[in-house]
């Protein structure tokens, strides 16, 4: 599975805010020495992310006209936030790993949020066309991937995520929004077995699997831990790969700089074990 980066994704950060450039620059200094290739994105068009995202929306994000705390309006965010919703585009049609930020998973069609201004994820899904399953398993619930397609018959959007945390929603399914809310630190062995339980839910007709990774759910993430241990994603990885579907990945959130890389690797060796389909 190729990796999607650009270093551009490092220019920006705020001192002290959790969602910083350290967290993928270690990632990709790990993946780098284990051989993993490549790939550098071009920003996605206004009208690709107009594709989920409302004219107001683009234009609060292109202006920095919003205020949000987890939120900074950066200099150039629009620039950042594009070119990492086309490492998400670039990934479905390549089969990888996009490993960009700002993360995208709690930004809906008219809202931003959570250190998310697009959602990544789901602007490549919506381009695709093809009747998709999403996996979320970041530690936080994907209020903004379920905003944006709660009710499209293309696509079912399956949720892990601690309950009683940020944002406050996904406390059950709705219609094609199947969420399971876990205690805190519940450990691997609970977590997998909803996992298993969220997969045979969600059915199996699907042309493809859109996951988006988070890794707070690491035993230690001060953010979303729900008691993981690193490898742990590799076990998740295999559960997701024995569906075998072409796969993409877009990275969410995790909090834990020096795990990045081991959790990647661990998920991404996991799928492609059990069969996934990657890489083209």
């Known amino acids: 599975m190729d990796i999607i980066f650009s270093e551009r994704c490092l220019e920006y950060h705020q001192v002290g805010h959790p969602e910083g450039p350290a967290r993928l620059r270690i990632a990709q200094h ?20 107009l594709s989920v995202h409302t004219e107001e929306l683009v234009r609060r994000v292109e202006t920095g006209d919003f205020y949000d705390p987890d939120c900074p309006a950066y200099d150039g965010i629009d620039y950042y936030a594009r070119l990492s919703a086309g490492g998400a585009i670039l990934a479905q049609r390549r089969l990888g790993f996009s490993l960009m930020r700002p993360p995208g998973h709690h930004a809906g069609p008219a809202f931003l949020g959570g250190f998310c201004y697009y959602n990544n994820i789901a602007i490549a899904v919506k381009l695709s066309g093809l009747k998709t399953l999403i996996v979320d398993i970041d530690g936080h619930h994907g209020n903004g991937t379920q905003a944006i397609f709660f009710g499209d018959e293309k696509v079912t959007y399956v949720s892990l995520h601690r309950m009683y945390n940020y944002p406050g929603t996904g406390h059950q399914s709705q219609g094609n929004c199947l969420n399971f809310p876990l205690p805190p630190r519940c450990g691997g062995q609970l977590y997998l077995e909803t996992l298993e ?21 690491y035993k230690d993430d001060p953010l979303a831990s729900l008691g993981l241990e ?35 690797e661990a998920l991404i060796t996991g799928l492609e074990e059990a069969g996934a389909i990657t890489g083209r």
Do not use: N
């Not at 339980?197 to 759910?217: H, P, R």
């Not at 295999?238 to 990647?264: N, R």
């Open 230 to 264: 690193v490898e742990a994603f590799y076990d998740i990885g295999y559960m997701l790969g024995e569906l075998s579907l072409p796969t993409f990945c877009v990275l969410e959130g995790g909090y834990v700089p020096e795990i990045m890389g081991p959790a990647t």
């Open 30 to 49: 790990y993946l780098s020495r284990l051989g993993y290739r490549f790939l550098e994105p071009e920003p996605a068009s206004r009208d690709e992310i």
């Open 197 to 217: 339980k969220a997969l045979e839910a969600a059915g199996k007709d699907y042309e493809q699997l859109a996951i988006s990774v988070g890794f707070d759910t």
